[in-house]
């Protein structure tokens, strides 16, 4: 009898313990994904709104208290190359800390300069909230010789800041404000293909619908691709992203998500998202993927 | 007693957080890859893949013409299904799907399957039903001939005669370059795993085996 009760035990103790590490990974896996997407935007944006020459993106204005640390970057700035970032969680509190090196290239009378600048965001994060710059630190500022490139311009910065924040906000973090300035969430056509299943709606609809299959978990962007349509216009974002965490029943989920978003850029440089077509891609899981014999 | 119970059971929650789900025995559900399909199964009846649940099923891609990697795959499905127990085998189904309906019917797909093991299944279709099948689980397949690679010296398990020139000159047509996945799915249809014939035999029999015990 007291083996029965024993062994009924053990297999509960075994099963909660499966339960909740399942849980508490996943949990991890969204604290990490959710504050990294929204914490990621806030930097982009902070970076673009820095470029002002050739500038073709409008962003959100930065808060005025930080108008003072951002005078030491120079001035008329056409280029910056993020060449190292690293993000931590500072023990025991809610805060985290975005470590950053960015190569500037700007232009002054003598012509063009580049300056390496290191510096830290301290972040203030609540799960779901937008983030809040709490402080920042110059680390390092120094002049480099100029270094030229076309790549790395405010438009580069533009589809990167939304990108994070609209992937931060369908792992359920709070809409941020480039994403609602335009009021696309309302209007713009979502359509998600998983396997067979096919469905269509509005984003907040889609958002919910999707829930079903990806529950509880986190979006990491892999990569971003921005080409301009015909129509000068318009712009069509291939968003590749993976996702890990469970599905309603709680088993473990990973998902290789491609997401073609189509935009129109306004008169007044903001954005406003037309479509979004959702599908699920075979995960790289292996090298041999996609093999032909 | 109760107080060794109590020991006992902290112990196996200990053990359970490091071991049971660690990320390298983890088969996630693989989202997007897969799903229900309609098929004409060996005796020429419509199935669902749903008729499959409660199984745990190995799907392979590939058409009885092929000349190299079929033969190979099947053969590597015959030592895996052959490394299960018997009970183990009653609860896995192997599905060969052909990617060639128009040379590939049901009796035709029987017998070369046959070759390997008689509990395999072949599954045809009109060429929608195939491309729709070949596309839900993110396959490819490519006319040799499409890609202008010369087919005429390729060896094959069933040899074709040719009455004429021309007619070996069609046959090009016949054969296709495809995938070598092999899609583990689960017994709720779900897609658990990507391998292929380089996963050692006793590797992926334990992921069989994990799936059953599920």
Same mark, same amino acid.
């Given at each position: 009898?007291?083996?029965?009760?024993?062994?009924?035990?053990?297999?509960?103790?075994?099963?909660?313990?499966?339960?909740?590490?399942?849980?508490?990974?996943?949990?991890?896996?969204?604290?990490?994904?959710?504050?990294?997407?929204?914490?990621?935007?806030?930097?982009?944006?902070?970076?673009?709104?820095?470029?002002?020459?050739?500038?073709?993106?409008?962003?959100?204005?930065?808060?005025?208290?930080?108008?003072?640390?951002?005078?030491?970057?120079?001035?008329?700035?056409?280029?910056?190359?993020?060449?190292?970032?690293?993000?931590?969680?500072?023990?025991?509190?809610?805060?985290?800390?975005?470590?950053?090196?960015?190569?500037?290239?700007?232009?002054?009378?003598?012509?063009?300069?580049?300056?390496?600048?290191?510096?830290?965001?301290?972040?203030?994060?609540?799960?779901?909230?937008?983030?809040?710059?709490?402080?920042?630190?110059?680390?390092?500022?120094?002049?480099?010789?100029?270094?030229?490139?076309?790549?790395?311009?405010?438009?580069?910065?533009?589809?990167?800041?939304?990108?994070?924040?609209?992937?931060?906000?369908?792992?359920?973090?709070?809409?941020?404000?480039?994403?609602?300035?335009?009021?696309?969430?309302?209007?713009?056509?979502?359509?998600?293909?998983?396997?067979?299943?096919?469905?269509?709606?509005?984003?907040?609809?889609?958002?919910?619908?999707?829930?079903?299959?990806?529950?509880?978990?986190?979006?990491?962007?892999?990569?971003?691709?921005?080409?301009?349509?015909?129509?000068?216009?318009?712009?069509?974002?291939?968003?590749?992203?993976?996702?890990?965490?469970?599905?309603?029943?709680?088993?473990?989920?990973?998902?290789?998500?491609?997401?073609?978003?189509?935009?129109?850029?306004?008169?007044?440089?903001?954005?406003?998202?037309?479509?979004?077509?959702?599908?699920?891609?075979?995960?790289?899981?292996?090298?041999?993927?996609?093999?032909?014999? | 007693?109760?107080?060794?119970?109590?020991?006992?059971?902290?112990?196996?929650?200990?053990?359970?957080?490091?071991?049971?789900?660690?990320?390298?025995?983890?088969?996630?559900?693989?989202?997007?890859?897969?799903?229900?399909?309609?098929?004409?199964?060996?005796?020429?009846?419509?199935?669902?893949?749903?008729?499959?649940?409660?199984?745990?099923?190995?799907?392979?891609?590939?058409?009885?013409?092929?000349?190299?990697?079929?033969?190979?795959?099947?053969?590597?499905?015959?030592?895996?299904?052959?490394?299960?127990?018997?009970?183990?085998?009653?609860?896995?189904?192997?599905?060969?799907?052909?990617?060639?309906?128009?040379?590939?019917?049901?009796?035709?797909?029987?017998?070369?399957?046959?070759?390997? #093991? =008689?509990?395999?299944?072949?599954?045809?279709? &009109? +060429?929608?039903?195939?491309?729709?099948?070949?596309? !839900? *689980?993110?396959?490819?397949? #490519? =006319?040799?001939?499409?890609?202008?690679?010369? &087919? +005429?010296?390729?060896?094959?398990?069933?040899?074709? !005669? *040719?009455?004429?020139?021309?007619?070996?000159?069609?046959?090009?047509?016949?054969?296709?370059?495809?995938?070598?996945?092999?899609?583990?799915?689960?017994?709720?249809?779900?897609?658990?795993?990507?391998?292929?014939?380089?996963?050692?035999?006793?590797?992926?029999?334990?992921?069989?085996?994990?799936?059953?015990?599920?």
């Amino acid at each position: 009898m007291m083996k029965s009760i024993l062994a009924i035990i053990l297999l509960l103790a075994g099963a909660v313990a499966s339960i909740s590490t399942a849980y508490a990974d996943v949990e991890q896996r969204v604290e990490y994904t959710t504050s990294l997407n929204s914490m990621a935007s806030v930097v982009m944006n902070w970076y673009g709104s820095l470029i002002t020459t050739n500038k073709d993106a409008i962003f959100v204005a930065v808060d005025n208290r930080w108008t003072d640390y951002r005078s030491h970057y120079p001035e008329n700035i056409s280029q910056i190359k993020i060449t190292s970032s690293d993000l931590t969680k500072l023990e025991g509190s809610s805060q985290y800390q975005f470590k950053v090196a960015s190569l500037i290239s700007y232009s002054t009378a003598e012509g063009k300069q580049s300056q390496i600048i290191n510096e830290i965001f301290v972040f203030d994060v609540s799960l779901l909230s937008l983030p809040v710059i709490k402080s920042l630190s110059l680390e390092k500022s120094e002049k480099v010789a100029a270094v030229e490139s076309d790549k790395f311009t405010s438009s580069h910065y533009k589809a990167r800041e939304f990108a994070y924040a609209w992937l931060a906000y369908l792992d359920g973090v709070e809409l941020a404000p480039s994403l609602s300035s335009t009021s696309w969430i309302d209007t713009a056509d979502y359509t998600l293909k998983i396997g067979h299943k096919k469905i269509q709606g509005s984003v907040r609809s889609i958002r919910e619908q999707r829930k079903q299959y990806l529950t509880k978990g986190g979006h990491l962007l892999r990569s971003i691709d921005v080409e301009k349509k015909e129509s000068k216009s318009t712009l069509l974002l291939t968003v590749i992203a993976e996702w890990k965490g469970v599905n309603q029943s709680g088993k473990p989920v990973l998902a290789k998500i491609r997401q073609e978003i189509t935009v129109r850029v306004l008169e007044d440089k903001t954005w406003k998202v037309l479509a979004i077509d959702e599908q699920h891609l075979i995960p790289d899981i292996a090298p041999w993927i996609g093999l032909l014999c | 007693m109760l107080n060794k119970i109590i020991t006992l059971a902290f112990i196996t929650l200990l053990l359970g957080s490091n071991t049971l789900f660690a990320e390298d025995t983890e088969l996630p559900i693989l989202s997007g890859v897969g799903g229900n399909f309609s098929a004409i199964n060996a005796d020429g009846q419509t199935i669902e893949f749903s008729n499959f649940a409660g199984n745990i099923v190995v799907i392979a891609f590939g058409y009885t013409n092929c000349a190299d990697i079929c033969p190979f795959t099947l053969g590597y499905l015959k030592r895996l299904y052959a490394a299960l127990s018997l009970e183990e085998q009653t609860k896995t189904k192997i599905v060969f799907v052909t990617i060639d309906p128009e040379y590939d019917t049901p009796g035709h797909l029987k017998a070369f399957i046959g070759h390997f #093991n =008689k509990n395999f299944i072949g599954l045809s279709g &009109t +060429q929608e039903q195939v491309d729709y099948i070949v596309s !839900l *689980f993110q396959a490819e397949y #490519n =006319k040799l001939s499409v890609l202008n690679i010369p &087919t +005429q010296n390729i060896r094959r398990v069933n040899p074709k !005669l *040719f009455a004429n020139s021309e007619e070996e000159k069609q046959d090009s047509a016949s054969l296709y370059s495809h995938s070598v996945t092999l899609y583990l799915i689960d017994k709720e249809g779900f897609t658990r795993s990507l391998e292929y014939t380089g996963t050692p035999i006793d590797e992926f029999t334990a992921k069989i085996r994990q799936l059953i015990n599920e």
